[in-house]
């Protein structure tokens, strides 16, 4: 599985105008942000990437689904909760089902598998909730 052209669909996916775009005002970062972000922000990561072989899976790997988890985790430095749970609300509104374009592959489905609420970070004197996902998708 290319987890190069997948971070790229979910990236271009998140950046298109929507709810979701506008509270974050775009900022998206895969696995890390910026050293001294500005808040709001969401960051992605793959937790597992576990193929599922059928038939005699040849090596061009057309044979192969791919479940792919991910999970978003929503910074906020508001001292209450409501902008953290506005902007998980619009992550989900916008990527529940969703069908994001996958370069080289065929995306079957999209399914959120949890919603975590919001923790206080005292490091960061901020609020962090977490939305997790699974993608099934197939190469082409």
Sequence with gaps: MSSTALATGIYSYSQVAS?????????????????????????FFFVSDVPDYYFTAPSDNKQVIF????????????TSVGEVNTIADALVDRFDFASLTVSGYNVFKLERTAKYPPVWIEEIQGFVSSVVYNIQMKKI
């Design 19 to 43: 709810a979701f775009k506008t509270a974050i005002g775009g900022r998206v970062y895969q696995v890390r942000a910026p050293q001294t972000p500005t808040y709001p922000f969401v960051i």
């Design 67 to 78: 479940n792919v988890q991910f999970q978003f985790n929503v910074y906020s430095k508001s």
